[in-house]
Nanobody, 122 residues
Framework: QEQMVESGGGLVQPGGSLRLSCAGSGFRFDDYSIGWFRQAPGKTREAVVCISSDDRLAYYGGAVKGRFAVWVDAAKNSLGLHMKDLKADDTAVCYC???????????????WGQGAQVTVST
């Protein structure tokens, strides 16, 4: 019953921007730490950003800090990610995620979506 569905992935040139969106259903975003993780080809999961359920602050991974921005509309169970100054290393499948706490994001999520492919290439 619990679902998260990503949208908005695609192909972009280095230096470009993309926006991802996530729609949740069957659970309340307010009850969880929520955010995004990604997995590049041949790589392990990497946390991108997490909004803590404790303090509602956003915590960004070092690789994306200053370039990515997260937004959330708890009333609509909607989550988004604005990505700018994209690099080839940002190529990955991006997943929206709900977890019991931010340290579990990427490693042990409670709910996550099917993923949206982000490809940064010339």
């Amino acid at each position: 019953q619990e679902q998260m569905v990503e949208s908005g992935g695609g192909l972009v040139q280095p230096g470009g921007s993309l926006r991802l969106s996530c729609a949740g259903s069957g659970f309340r975003f307010d009850d969880y730490s929520i955010g995004w993780f990604r997995q590049a080809p041949g790589k392990t999961r990497e946390a991108v950003v997490c909004i803590s359920s404790d303090d509602r602050l956003a915590y960004y991974g070092g690789a994306v800090k200053g370039r990515f921005a997260v937004w959330v509309d708890a009333a609509k169970n909607s989550l988004g990610l604005h990505m700018k100054d994209l690099k080839a290393d940002d190529t990955a499948v991006c997943y929206c995620e709900a977890a019991q706490s931010c340290p579990l994001l990427a490693s042990k999520a409670t709910f996550w979506g099917q993923g949206a492919q982000v490809t940064v290439s010339t």
